[in-house]
């Protein structure tokens, strides 16, 4: 009889029965362990929340008042005789990965990663491991980063040529991770910073949590649009077309993503410039990552699966895709036909939802 796996996929999350709680589960549990706070990873309705401690304000903030407990990186808590522990996932502020230990055994869940140092997010630490659960997002040869400070450069350039044409500037990322990442890497001698409100809300959280952030200028009704327009204006994806931004014109509207490497993309977003600037591991950030795991079996949650899986079992891992429904923070229309982009059902291949896992140890 195979040995039941420490960890298992479920109709609810990642779970753990030995300890009795879930990790980034999607449906209410009583207790679960949170990698970040973004939100196809932290759900409301749980009994019990455990996180890092930069993550506490924003998910209070995003999930009202909950039973959370945070902790440090590195610090140990035990779960029904499971050890759980806190690593850096250097995704966004806060962002963990999960090592979960029981009688020698080890599985650590990636939750989101990037192996580049940001400047702002605890950077990535590999951690030793039996078995990892990792995404694998841009899990194509096609995603392959250039290192961020040529990308700023590119920004702030940018910049500086729309104030000497009269043009405001809008860029726009993630509220959470790349709006920070953006603001901690601009040229603050070009002008002042504007937020949008969802992003400010962000900003204000991480602050009262301690988080030194750059300073910034919430846009309200008061504000003045000549005063706005000679800055650099955060703005979040749901802003782009909404009257809210077109009331800046004229402008020159960037969009900050990882997608921005296919060609089309920036199109498809109706944005003048496009910035490949990823919180997510590229092609080879995701195998140094897995590798340096020095993982028996990798399973593979969201985004190229497929194409992934298929090269890693080519240069000699142990590579399996499973279903789940993490993904929603990224745009997964530009996956292939055949890729899970967790969006609807999973390929034949992908192990399905319940599945033991023991044949495939």
Known sequence: MAKKPLLEFTDRGIYCAQGKFYIDPWKPVDDAVITHAHADHAYWGHKYYLAHHL????????????????????????????????????????????????????????GDYKVENDG???????????HFISECTFGMPVYQWKPQVQTFNEINSWWRNNLEHGLATVIVGYSLGKAQRIL???????????????????????????????????????????????????????????????????????????????????????????????????????????????????????????????????????????HTLYGGEEDPSNLPEGEASNTGEPEKKVLPLGEDLGGVL
């Open 55 to 110: 993550s506490r304000e924003v998910l209070l903030y995003r999930l009202g008042e909950i039973n959370l407990q945070t902790v440090e990186y590195g610090e140990t808590v035990l779960k029904n005789g499971v050890t759980v522990s806190l690593f850096p996932a250097g995704h966004v502020i806060g962002s963990a990965q999960i090592r979960v230990e029981y009688k020698g055994e080890v599985w650590v869940v990636s």
């Open 120 to 130: 702002i997010s605890t950077p990535f630490e590999p951690v030793k491991c039996h």
């Open 184 to 322: 901690q890497n601009l040229d603050l001698f070009n002008g002042k910073v504007y937020t949008h409100g969802v992003i400010e809300n962000t900003n204000e959280a991480l602050r009262r949590n301690g988080v030194l952030l750059n300073p910034t200028e919430r846009i309200t009704s008061e504000s003045s649009k000549d005063d706005v327009r000679k800055g650099i204006i955060i703005a979040p994806p749901s802003s782009v077309g909404t009257p809210w931004m077109r009331k800046f014109q004229p402008y020159s509207f960037g969009y900050c993503s990882g997608w921005m490497a296919i060609r089309g993309a920036k199109r498809r977003r109706a944005a003048d410039r496009g910035f490949v600037l990823s919180d997510h591991a590229d092609w080879d950030g995701l195998i140094s990552a897995i590798d340096a795991t020095g993982c028996e079996c990798v399973y593979l949650t969201h985004g190229y699966t497929a194409t992934f899986s298929r090269y890693l079992n080519e240069i000699g891992f142990n590579a399996r895709e499973v």
